[in-house]
């Protein structure tokens, strides 16, 4: 079974640096796409930025570009989110997500410009991050 556990939230002030750590197993880690995503209490899901593994090509959404980066150990399994700058409005629970590398394409061939939660179908149960002013 796909089983992915996010670590390395906390409470942390404005203007430091989180590292978030995805650890994926139950699949074959180049076959699919992994993806970071944050929901705050009352808003939608959204989506921050998604890897490929299998060739290292990163995704991101426009609204995180410049602070946040993805990167992949692929010897450990383990996918991971550097977020720089933190901001109050970076509270969140953070999750990571993964599907298919095929669902994930083609899901872009269609159109699909966004980051969208509903492409990826196995999810981690989240950490919190807390940024504080």
């Known amino acids: 079974e796909v089983q992915l556990v996010e670590s390395g939230g906390g409470l942390v002030q404005a203007g430091g640096s989180l590292r978030l750590s995805c650890a994926a197993s139950?699949?074959?880690?180049?076959?699919?796409?992994i993806g970071w995503f944050r929901q705050a209490p009352g808003k939608e899901r959204e989506g921050l930025s998604y890897i490929t593994p299998s060739d290292g090509s990163t995704y991101y959404a426009d609204s995180v570009k410049g602070r946040f980066t993805i990167s992949s150990d692929n010897a450990k399994n383990t996918v991971y989110l550097q977020i720089n700058r933190l901001k109050p409005e970076d509270t969140a629970v953070y999750y990571c997500?993964?599907?298919?590398?095929?669902?994930?394409?083609?899901?872009?061939?269609?159109?699909?410009?966004?980051?969208?939660?509903?492409?990826?179908?196995?999810w981690g149960q989240g950490t919190q991050v807390t940024v504080s002013s």
């Open positions: 997500a993964a599907d298919h590398l095929l669902r994930i394409t083609t899901a872009q061939a269609m159109g699909v410009r966004r980051i969208l939660p509903a492409t990826f179908g196995s």
């Open positions: 139950g699949f074959t880690f180049d076959d699919y796409a």
